[in-house]
Every structure is written in C-alpha cells, then in structure tokens.
C-alpha cells in the first residue's frame, strides 16, 4: 500500500503546524490527521497517535472517531496492539485481528468496528515519555511489507518535532466541549500543511487558496479541508488573480 501523497512532511510543515496549535492535544490531533492522509492508500488507513509522560494517563489523538475507540478499548484492557508497542518499544503487526490468539479478548471487544488489521509502530521520544503511531485497517493483511516500512519512515520523520512538542508543551486536559472545536481545527492545520507542501507555497498562501476554494463551492472550510484530507484535489496556484483580490479586501 503506497502512501496516500507520496511526500513526507517537510521540517517546516510540521514546525509550522507546532507553532500554530495553542496546546499539545490540538498539535497531536493534527499530527494524527497529517499521518492518516500521507498514510491512506489502496486500503484506506485510520490512525491514532497515544502518548504517555512518566506513567499519567495517556493524551490519545486519533484520525476519527473509530480510531479512537479503537484505542480507548486497549486502555479498559490496559493491553493491545498500540500499548504494547508504546510500552516495549518495538513494532506490532496483527495481519488478521480475528484470527490472531494474542488479542483475543481485545478483538471481541472491538468486533463490531470492522476492523481487521493493526499496525504499531513506536515514536522515538525523549526518557520520561513514549509514544507510539496506531494504524487500523479493515482489511486484513493490509499492511505489506512496502507499507510497514512506508509508516516506519513516517514515524521517524515526526519524532524529532513529537518531542520539541513535547518539551514546549506542558500536560493538558481539556474540557469535554471544547474537544470538536479543537479538532476542527486541527483538520484545517493538517490540510494548509499538505497544501503547503505539495504547491511548495507559504502557510499564508496556502490558507488563502483553502478560503477562496471554500467560497467558490460554497462549503464550509472545515468541510474542504476534510476533503483535501481524504483525497481530494488540492487547490493549486490556478485560482484568479480577480478572486484573490476579492478575498485579501475582506
């Protein structure tokens, strides 16, 4: 499964995203989100990143919703996948989740979710933290040789700035309302960093195309940034100078 983009993260994408998020629960969503899209390919991918500092409760950031109950699951258990490879420090495949004997009870646990396939993989951190990168497909043996080492390579180029973030960024917790509009968010910063990367413009540019693609098709910007995120066209350097003008005067 080849990766969703075909391009890595750039060290100013991701620093950018860093400086952009209030707090380290709206950098690791986007963080999660900019993995799913550069991830996703033949089988489309979900992802959660979990994060533990010195034994307090885990920061869980995740693509979507599924993925999230995915790993909440393994915390009731306090065991799976995404824990194991956080804990020890090493990659775990589950190739076929229902016919897998280590996870059984966690695969009854999950059952009606779908999913078929979990890939772990550990996020290089600094001592006192571990992280690890969550993958689920709901398809089995959907993680290839090609693709665990596609999500080894991604993990290693956002270790360096998981832990600046880490470093910059006390623990957090956030109030329950504040959990969507947090996310939305964190969609919006995840699709300016793949605009940015891919028409190699700046954040400012990349923003202004993701407003005027939202204005020309009337939809909301959370709603094209979700799009972008899950395949769509990015907007290019085409749009008219005349649109351009339009928005920069509001």
Not at 147 to 167: G, N, Y
Not at 192 to 197: K, R, Y
Request: charged share 25%; glycine share 6%; with cysteine.
């Amino acid at each position: 499964m080849a990766p969703g983009t075909g391009d890595t993260p750039t060290t100013r994408n991701l620093q950018d995203l860093l400086l952009e998020s209030p707090g380290f629960t709206e950098f690791l969503l986007g963080l999660t989100t900019i993995s799913a899209s550069r991830l996703g390919g033949r089988h489309p991918m979900l992802c959660a990143i979990t994060v533990e500092r010195d034994g307090s409760p885990a920061t869980v950031a995740s693509s979507d919703e599924e993925a999230l109950r995915m790993d909440e699951k393994q915390y009731d258990f306090d065991d799976g996948p995404c824990l194991i490879a956080l804990r020890q420090q090493h990659i775990v495949l589950v190739p076929d989740l229902g016919n897998d004997s280590r996870w059984e009870r966690y695969a009854e646990a999950v059952s009606g979710e779908g999913i078929r396939s979990v890939l772990a993989v550990p996020i290089r951190t600094d001592p006192g933290s571990a992280a690890a990168l969550n993958c689920y497909s709901r398809s089995t043996d959907a993680f290839d040789d090609a693709t665990v080492a596609s999500v080894e390579d991604h993990t290693d180029s956002i270790s360096r700035i998981l832990r600046l973030a880490l470093r910059v960024h006390p623990a957090e917790i956030y109030p329950e309302h504040l959990r969507s509009a947090l996310k939305s968010r964190a969609v919006i910063d995840a699709a300016v960093s793949l605009v940015m990367l891919q028409n190699r413009s700046s954040r400012d540019d990349a923003m202004e195309l993701l407003h005027l693609a939202a204005q020309a098709t009337n939809a909301r910007l959370h709603t094209i940034a979700s799009d972008i995120l899950s395949g769509a066209e990015v907007p290019g350097g085409e749009v008219r100078e005349d649109r351009r003008s339009e928005y920069r005067s509001k």
